[in-house]
C-alpha cells in the first residue's frame, strides 16, 4: 500500500488545542455541570471536575483549536524539503475556515491525502467537530459520513503501525526513538500547552512546538516507505 503512495500527495497535519476557557469558573453554569459528569469517569474520588479542567482540551465538546500545522514534502535539486505553515490564533472561527480554504485547494486534486500521528482518533475528528460547532461547512475531505473506507482520505502513522493490533497505543516521540529520527529537544511538550497560551499567550511558541511534530510525522512516514529522511537545512516555514 505505501509503494502506491507518493510522498507528494501528503498533506501532514497535526493540531494544538486547549481548554475552552481559562479557568474552571469562567465556564458556563450548564458546561460546569455537563463536565462534572464527563470528568467523573476519569478523575479520583479526591478530584472536583474544576481539578481535572485542564484536561478539557483533549474533548471537542469543551475544549478548542488554537494551532494547526500543515507541511508537506517537495523535491528540489538538492534533495525533499519539507514546507511549513501554521494557522494560528485567538479567533478560532478564523484560524479554522483559514484551514479549509487550503485544503479544499490541497485536495482538489486526485490522490491526495492528509496524514497524522493518531490522527483518525485524535486530529481530524476534533478538527471536523470544532468547524461544525463554529458553524462552518465541513470540507469535502473530512465530510466522510456516507463514504466507503476506499473514499475516506486519511492516513494515520500510529495505525500502519499498528499492523491490526487494535489495542496497541505508541507515541510519535517513541517511534521517533526506535526508528533514530533525530528531533529536536523540545521546551514544552503537550501537557504544557494550556499553560503557555493561558498563562503566557505565547502562540508562537505553540505553534513551533506544533510544527516539530508534523516534520517528525513526516520523517516517521519516509523510515515506513524505506526512503531517506529530509534534512534538518531543507525545512522551510511560511511565515502568516
Not at 101 to 126: I, Q, T, V, W
Amino acid at each position: 500500500m505505501l509503494d502506491d503512495i507518493k510522498i507528494e500527495d501528503l498533506l501532514f497535519v497535526d493540531i494544538e488545542t486547549v481548554s475552552g476557557e481559562a479557568d474552571f469558573d469562567k465556564v458556563s453554569p450548564k458546561l460546569q455541570d455537563l463536565w462534572e459528569k464527563k470528568s467523573n469517569y476519569f478523575r479520583s474520588e479526591e478530584q472536583t471536575a474544576s481539578d481535572v479542567y485542564p484536561r478539557a482540551g483533549i474533548y471537542a465538546e469543551f475544549g478548542k483549536i488554537v494551532c494547526i500545522s500543515t507541511g508537506v514534502i517537495v523535491k528540489k535539486g538538492d534533495g525533499k524539503h519539507f514546507i511549513v505553515k501554521s494557522y494560528y490564533g485567538h479567533d478560532e472561527k478564523q484560524l479554522l475556515a483559514d484551514f479549509r480554504e487550503m485544503l479544499d485547494r490541497f485536495c482538489s486534486k486526485p490522490r491526495k491525502n492528509l496524514c497524522a500521528h493518531n490522527g483518525k482518533e485524535f486530529d481530524f475528528p476534533y478538527i471536523a467537530r470544532r468547524m461544525l460547532i463554529n458553524g462552518l461547512k465541513l470540507p469535502n475531505a473530512l465530510n466522510i459520513a456516507g463514504k466507503k473506507p476506499w473514499e475516506i482520505r486519511f492516513i494515520d502513522t500510529m495505525e500502519l503501525w499498528k499492523f491490526g493490533d487494535y489495542k496497541h497505543y505508541t507515541s510519535l516521540a517513541l517511534l521517533c526513538e526506535v526508528f533514530n529520527i533525530p528531533t529536536p529537544k523540545d521546551d514544552i511538550d503537550g501537557s504544557m500547552v494550556g499553560q503557555v497560551y493561558w498563562g503566557e499567550d505565547d502562540l508562537e511558541r505553540i505553534a513551533i512546538y506544533c510544527e516539530k511534530d508534523i516534520l517528525a510525522t513526516a520523517q516517521l512516514f519516509l523510515r515506513y516507505k524505506g526512503e531517506d529522511l529530509i534534512p534538518e537545512v531543507n525545512f522551510e516555514r511560511v511565515l502568516i
